[in-house]
């Protein structure tokens, strides 16, 4: 069954409740699980976990919340759809964004694509104990996208915290010894300030297909433009070549789209925009057209490319208070800025480089 498996990659995004709930899903979740996006959209995402694996995994996505988390890494067992399949080995990626977990998951295959996704990751997990062949010993590297003081802590248990990466392995082996219990609590504050775009990696100007919020870009304007519309031209090349190198890597074993490990960059957003492509942008009539379906396909739950729900009582693409003032639109803001690549589109998470910066306002 393994070598009938798609190499896939899919992008989602689940919320802050105890039962990680689906928001968002790309197409290939279908290839890879055999779920249309519909069926998923509102469900707990926690309910296609192993049931040998769940107080682990929902654990995890409560520590993933609370430390704040970008670009970790996870192995372990989704539920495929036809019941013959089983539980499908997948590599799920997770990064906090803001109100909301973004991330991805693919198909686990060891190989040299394995050994590039767990070295370019923050952090390395793995759940499903015959996996243990993916885990990739490291040294405590400093994380490029540094998180926010943790919240206080919402559970009872023991608070642990490694500043040696050695004191990490030893503290993470101990954890999996002990049956962890499960755990319940209360959806989760707002974390530190970043935005998720995800990028048409089919084409040479990167489209925005989705926008998570307005914090750093209004979503109103960024959606069907091209992304290097909002990169300053004295970074747009650095900025083109990282994407390029991105979408080299995330190549499966056989020539598909599909994951490919992380990649990390600075670079400086122009909240305006601009018309990065100039001249070129009249002979291109088709790419006119292609924008536009971008924008109704998001608006669309419907939207063959991908699907979305928000939670009853939030929204993602909240904007909160702000004190820009409209002549300062066209303010230059330094970001950090972590790339992957995947089999629906290029996912970019986004934050401001300084905590002293002044967001979109309405």
Known sequence: MESETPRVSFISIVDFSEDARWLFLTESVSDLLGFEPRELIGRPALELVHPDE??????????TIREDKAAALAYLRLKHKDPFKGYILCAVSRTVVHSVVVGSVSFATPGGKALQNTSTAQEV???TPSAKNFELRRWGDPSPMTSSPSIPDLASRTACASTD???SDESSSRSRSK?????SFNPMPCQSLRSALILDRFSIHCTVLYCSNDLLLSTTRVLGRSFFDFVTSRTEHSVRSWIDVIKSWGVNDRGQPSDGGFGFGKFVLLLAGRNSRG??????????????????????PSSPRCASHSSPGTSSRSRPPSSMSSSSSDQEISVDAVFSGHSDGILLVLRPTSKCVTIWSS
């Not at 049956?179 to 755990?183: C, D, F, G, L």
């Open 125 to 127: 997990e793995v759940v």
């Open 165 to 167: 990466s050695d004191t």
């Open 179 to 183: 049956k962890p219990t499960i755990i």
């Open 279 to 300: 001249e070129n942008e009249q002979d291109a009539p088709l790419s006119r057209r292609r924008l536009g379906d971008a924008r109704i396909n998001y608006r669309m």
């Open 54 to 63: 769940f107080s682990q995994v929902k654990q995890m996505h409560y520590d």
